[in-house]
């Protein structure tokens, strides 16, 4: 572990958490200072709204903190049942499975839908749960370029017609990248192949759409089958609660409360978190003026980057990325804007490939344009 430890110092990867003292809005006190923080994936501001906090609390009064066991044991309650039936009206699928994470949702779906002789085919800048979902699957797992559909193409011609099953797996707006999955292409390609579509909607759950289903709404490409594709969504981000999900047909669901370990095998989510989560999955639907804001400011930071020779990113979402390469160079200029009161993550290898260590802005409908104005400001400073 010490030589472990030395080596991730030596390279610039070694990592440790900050105390988060108080949180308000777009701002939060460490160390006894104030920062504007551009580090939170609370994308509508939800986290700290009252009415998520009321309905938590209710639900803690009536049905405990800890749900006390797993879904299949006796830990399925009330408020599970009242937030996957909201979740499934909401996406407009027949179904939906909650988790206690983002993460496990994504394990359970990856790591079941395909097994020994089936093939997965996975975009080469996949979150690590998608990944640790595919190395449990016993599947073939082939990566394809990042959003590259003719190489996807390439692979299921050469490698897909062997396997027994076959599944496309993509996040639909990139967490490190903000840009977006040709999800019309993969739907296709997939159609054509037959295989299965997972797409992961976590940056994209509350933030696009109409309805504020993800992106898959906004391009309204799901109409053609009701079990395709299949949505994992979070509900940690935009949501401001905690958990995961999956949204799909009474059948698939049917098959993960049977198979997916992660689900069986793991005590069900915190009631008055299920309590919350419901709440905002209401107020997200009903308030489409929170995520307009969001994406408005995102647009207004891009341009104001553009304008002072940032070079444009390919973020067309809440995450825009300031590439620098080096660990050591994200690490400074991260530094160097947090001695100017924000704090924005710098974000190294393994998160993202070697050479590609950046700053990762991350919008909240909570910022104002001073808050990006001062940030471009202090970039622009070098
Ligand atoms: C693309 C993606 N999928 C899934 C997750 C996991 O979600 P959760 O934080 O709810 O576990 C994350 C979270 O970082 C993510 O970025």
Redesign the pocket.
């Known amino acids: 572990m010490d030589d472990d430890l030395a080596d991730l110092r030596r390279r610039d990867l070694h990592r440790r958490r900050r105390l988060v003292r108080l949180r308000e809005g777009s701002h939060v006190r460490l160390g006894g200072r104030d920062f504007v923080s551009f580090a939170s994936?609370d994308y509508l501001g939800l986290a700290g709204d009252p009415r998520l906090a009321r309905e938590a609390a209710r639900m803690a009064r009536r049905y405990g903190c800890g749900a006390g066991a797993s879904p299949l044991v006796s830990g399925y309650l009330a408020p599970h049942r009242a937030l996957e039936r909201d979740l499934a009206r909401w996406e407009g699928v027949e179904s939906a499975l909650v988790f206690s994470?983002?993460?496990?949702?994504?394990l359970a779906l990856a790591g079941t839908l395909a097994g020994e002789g089936d093939a997965i085919f996975s975009d080469a800048l996949?979150?690590a749960?998608?990944i640790d979902g595919c190395r449990l699957a016993r599947a073939r797992t082939h990566i394809y370029r990042h959003a590259d559909v003719n190489h996807l193409h390439d692979l299921l011609v050469r490698l897909g017609r062997s396997a027994r099953r076959r599944v496309i797996v993509s996040?639909s707006v990139?967490?490190m990248d903000g840009d977006w999955a040709p999800l019309p292409e993969l739907a296709d390609l997939a159609r054509r192949h037959d295989c299965s579509l997972l797409i992961?909607e976590?940056?994209a759950t509350g933030v696009f759409g109409a309805n504020g289903r993800g992106l898959a709404e906004l391009l309204a490409f799901r109409s053609q089958a009701n079990d395709f594709p299949i949505t994992?969504g979070?509900?940690?981000?935009a949501l401001g609660a905690?958990?995961?999900f999956v949204a799909g047909t009474r059948r698939l669901i049917e098959w993960l409360v049977n198979r997916a370990r992660p689900y069986i095998f793991s005590t069900a989510l915190a009631p008055p978190v299920a309590g919350a989560a419901r709440r905002a999955v209401a107020i997200v639907a009903a308030e489409p003026e929170r995520r307009a804001r969001l994406l408005a400011r995102a647009e207004f930071l891009r341009e104001r980057l553009r304008a002072s020779g940032y070079p444009a990113s390919g973020s067309r979402s809440q995450i825009v990325p300031v590439v620098v390469g080096s660990a050591r160079a994200a690490l400074e200029l991260s530094q160097r804007l947090r001695r100017r009161g924000l704090l924005v993550p710098a974000i190294r290898p393994p998160t993202v490939p070697d050479g590609a260590a950046r700053l990762r802005i991350s919008l909240t409908a909570m910022h104002s344009e001073e808050d990006v104005l001062r940030l471009v400001a202090a970039l622009a400073d070098r």
């Open positions: 994936n994470s983002g993460f496990a949702a994504n996949n979150h749960s998608l996040e990139f967490s992961d976590a940056h994992v979070t509900l940690s981000k905690q958990g995961g």
